[in-house]
């Protein structure tokens, strides 16, 4: 380990150093300046490795604050690039994660949101869209039933119209299969009771890892 050692020449006291073995310049700014204010031929051997050691030490203080920042950049470029959504290629595990029975009881909380939901299939059905007036063509609309230990709730997978980036599309799941989806929250009024009408529609799908 790399210590900031005293400079013992001018009578210092040795002092404690830090859980990374480092010495605050502040400490030991008058011993510092006397020495570099020293003509360069009166330093011995030992002098001029203290003066080395302390700017390499200074040197690493002055890193010390970026590190936090550069592991979490590092984690977030661990994420695969295509679990990655939106224009700013936000990591899909860094949406808001909720339960079913929290999105249906407050919908409004998430209109237009983006959310991540997790639960078990338990039903689907697929079915080809003619109407070419929705995005121009024919289309896949899957609609998947989900459920977690707090509820159920019916999510729609638009096919080829739709905005699922994944490469795993609703169609290639199957009934029983545990996985995990980032939705897109639209909440509607029921014409009739005027109830507030949930359609989550899939932004990124994927099966639970284990």
Known sequence: MLECVEIRDLDVAEEETSPLGLVSAERHGAEWSAL??????????????????????????????????????????????????????????????????????????????DVRLTGTITAMQTEIVTNRMICGAAHERTVLTVE?????????????????????KAPMVKVGEQIDLLVQIMVTKNPDSREAVVEPTVRYLDRVRY
Request: net charge negative; aromatic share 6%.
């Open 36 to 113: 570099m204010h020293r003509p360069s031929a009166t330093l011995d051997e030992e002098e001029v490795m203290t003066v080395i050691r302390t700017l390499i030490c200074l040197s690493i203080l002055a890193a010390m604050p970026w590190m936090p920042s550069l592991d979490r950049a590092k984690a977030s470029d661990d994420l695969p690039r295509s679990s990655r959504v939106g224009p700013l290629g936000t990591p899909r595990f860094s949406y808001e994660h909720v339960s079913i029975s929290t999105l249906l009881a407050y919908p409004d909380r998430y209109q237009m949101r």
């Open 148 to 168: 977690d230990n707090s509820g159920q709730i019916e999510v729609i997978d638009q096919g080829a119209c739709g905005k699922n980036l994944s490469t795993l």
